[in-house]
């Protein structure tokens, strides 16, 4: 009967130890609880059979672990559990000459401070720090980046 409850113990930490590493990555209540039920395994097994009993089942499971792992690795299940889709976005980036400091922008969206302005017909992010601009607001810019502007209503 106790050889049963260790054999038992070892592979349900196996089993835990292998949903740890691929399934619920970090160190979660499987992480422990597999090293947990391995170690209780181990030592009920150098208690019951010694040490020559106990030190063969550390093998053992230690064997039967890295089979796991690579078996799990090497076998197609994972490949339906991963996230395929790619990332095919890109991030406008504006010419150095089409938006100028000083030209007068129309905003699109609701600058709370971040929204959509237009500047020479070209619908940029626009960032008004300190100021919520509604919608359809004259805006001056007073700064010109890559991606954004920075504006405020034009007085």
């Known amino acids: 009967m106790t050889t049963i409850v260790i054999i038992l113990l070892i ?17 979660t209540f ?14 009920m097994a150098y208690n019951e059979f010694g040490t020559t009993g106990g030190n063969a089942t550390l093998v053992a499971t230690m064997l039967i672990m890295v089979l796991a792992i690579v078996w799990s690795l090497r076998s197609g299940t994972w490949n339906k559990l991963m996230l395929k889709a790619s990332v095919d976005g890109q ?11 000083g030209d ?11 929204g959509k302005a237009s500047v020479n017909n070209i619908i940029i992010e626009a960032r008004c ?13 007073q700064k010109v980046f890559k991606t954004y502007i920075i504006v405020k209503p034009k007085s």
């Open 91 to 101: 991030v406008e980036v504006k010419e150095d000459k089409d938006i100028c400091v």
């Open 11 to 27: 592979l349900l930490g196996l089993f835990l130890l292998v949903l740890e590493f691929f399934v619920l990555p970090g160190i």
């Open 129 to 141: 720090p300190g100021h919520f601009v509604d919608e359809n607001t004259i805006l001056e810019v």
């Open 104 to 114: 007068e922008a129309v905003s699109i969206t609701r600058l709370n401070p971040v």
């Open 30 to 43: 499987a992480g422990i609880g597999g090293t947990l039920f391995i170690g209780a395994g181990i030592f």
